[in-house]
C-alpha cells in the first residue's frame, strides 16, 4: 500500500508560481514512476508530468517549458514547479504512483490561477 499527499496549491494571479508536493508514505520502496494529473472543472483528469524512478521525465506539451517535475528518493517527496501559470492552469491537480501493477491516488490540491 502507497498512501500519497499532496500540498501547495492556492491561489495565484497568472503569470505567478507555485510548487507542488506530493509526499509517499507506506510501501514506498515499491514505488516506480510517479505523476502529476488534474482535473479541470467539467473536464476529465489529464495527464501533466510523470517521472520514473530514474529520473527520466515527460510532460504535456500545454505545460512544457513551464513546469518542472522532480522527485527526492531519499525524502520520498515528487515536485511540480509550475510558472508562468495560466488561467487554463486551473484545476485539482493529483499525485499518482505506480506500484505492484497498480495506480494510486493522493486526495489532490486545488489550484486556482486568476486573470
Known amino acids: 500500500q502507497v498512501q500519497l499527499v499532496e500540498s501547495g496549491g492556492g491561489l495565484v494571479q497568472a503569470g505567478g508560481s507555485l510548487r507542488l508536493s506530493c509526499a509517499a508514505s507506506?510501501?514506498?520502496?515499491?514505488?516506480?514512476?510517479m505523476g502529476w494529473y488534474r482535473q479541470a472543472p467539467g473536464k476529465q483528469r489529464e495527464l501533466v508530468a510523470t517521472?520514473?524512478?530514474?529520473?527520466?521525465?515527460n510532460a504535456a506539451d500545454s505545460v512544457k517549458g513551464r513546469f518542472t517535475i522532480s522527485r527526492d528518493n531519499a525524502k520520498n517527496t515528487m515536485y511540480l514547479q509550475m510558472n508562468s501559470l495560466k488561467p487554463e492552469d486551473t484545476g485539482v491537480y493529483y499525485c499518482?504512483?505506480?506500484?505492484?501493477?497498480?495506480?494510486?491516488w493522493g486526495q489532490g490540491t486545488q489550484v486556482t490561477v486568476s486573470s
Open positions: 499518482n504512483a505506480a506500484y505492484a501493477g497498480t495506480f494510486y
Open positions: 507506506g510501501s514506498i520502496f515499491g514505488i516506480n514512476a
Open positions: 517521472i520514473g524512478l530514474g529520473g527520466r521525465t
